[in-house]
Each structure stands twice: as structure tokens, then as C-alpha cells.
């Protein structure tokens, strides 16, 4: 997976932005104001998502590329090793699922707006 490929992916969901909160190096993408995932967008090297707090878990079990979120809740967050031993495969499907995650988290309100997109 590229930095490129990771962008595009995540700015063809409904509602998504990307921007630089925590400096220029630091991509952040959010759905209705809320974070989904970053990366460090000068060397690409790893990837944080939210996820499940059991899945969480699971998956650093299984993969040697993810490991408890860096500067994150390490609850509710991995971050995943780009080019690992996770396929690129699994890590879009982890994309959807911390997307989803945030989207289920948001007021019907938000969710309705963004239903409308």
C-alpha cells in the first residue's frame, strides 16, 4: 500500500476530510469532525486505526504489524505497519472498520447529515 493509495481509499468514504492537526507530517482523515485514522505522511511507515477493544487484541496477537495504538488510547486504537506481514487486503478492511466504528459513535443527527452526503 502507498501513502497515495491510503489517501484515496479513505477520501472516497461519505463524509471524510483530511487535514494536518498535529503538523505537517502528521495526515489526519475524520468523518463529520472525527478522527479515523493518521499516518505520518513524510515516511508512510505505519498507519493508526480505531478499532473494538477484543478485535484490538486479536489482531496483535495474530499480526506482527500491529501493535497498541502509538500516542493513542491502546484500548481503542492499533497501529499497523505498512508493507508487514498484514496483507494490504486486511488493512482496508480495518480502514472500513475503524470508519464504521466512528460513523456508529456519531448522533443521529450527524449520521442522518451524513446519509445525505
Not at 508512510?44 to 502509538?70: H, M, T, W
Not at 491502546?74 to 498484514?86: E, Y
Amino acid at each position: 500500500m502507498t501513502l497515495e493509495d491510503f489517501v484515496e481509499y479513505c477520501l472516497a468514504k461519505p463524509g471524510v476530510t483530511d487535514e494536518f492537526p498535529f503538523g505537517a507530517d502528521t495526515l489526519v482523515f475524520k468523518v463529520m469532525g472525527k478522527m479515523f485514522a493518521l499516518a505520518d505522511a513524510e515516511t508512510f511507515d505505519s498507519i493508526n486505526l480505531k478499532c473494538e477493544p477484543e478485535l484490538a487484541v486479536e489482531l496483535r496477537e495474530q499480526y506482527d504489524a500491529v501493535k497498541p495504538g502509538y500516542h493513542m488510547n491502546k484500548n481503542h486504537w492499533n497501529t499497523v505497519t505498512v508493507n508487514g506481514d498484514a496483507p494490504d487486503k486486511k488493512i482496508y478492511q480495518w480502514i472500513d472498520l475503524s470508519y464504521n466504528l466512528v460513523v456508529k459513535s456519531l448522533t443521529k443527527k450527524q449520521r442522518e447529515a451524513l446519509n445525505d452526503l
